[in-house]
């Protein structure tokens, strides 16, 4: 899910249908952000994403699905986002 428009303090039982997990990017201060939602009997782990890329909203696992890696990303570019920021 991209534009979630979730705030840090919504909690993951109000949007996530059972059987699912959460992973998610809150947009800080005026919500937003992207979510993937993951079934729980799959075996997954978070990536951290580097500092420098603050200003996008992501999130990234790998997926290990019948004995093959997946790498997932969950991406958004915000309307405030320009070419200057990819300097």
Not at 43 to 62: I, M
Request: hydrophobic residues 35%; aromatic residues 14%.
């Amino acid at each position: 899910m991209t534009e979630t428009w979730l705030q840090s303090e919504s909690p993951d039982t109000l949007f996530c249908p059972k059987g699912y997990d959460v992973v998610r990017f809150d947009r800080p201060t005026i919500g937003g952000g992207v979510t993937l939602f993951i079934n729980n009997t799959v075996k997954y782990n978070v990536v951290p994403v580097n500092k420098e890329f603050y200003h996008l909203e992501l999130v990234c696992v790998d997926l290990d699905l019948y004995g093959i890696s997946y790498g997932i990303i969950g991406y958004y570019r915000n309307g405030g986002f320009t070419t200057s920021a990819i300097e």
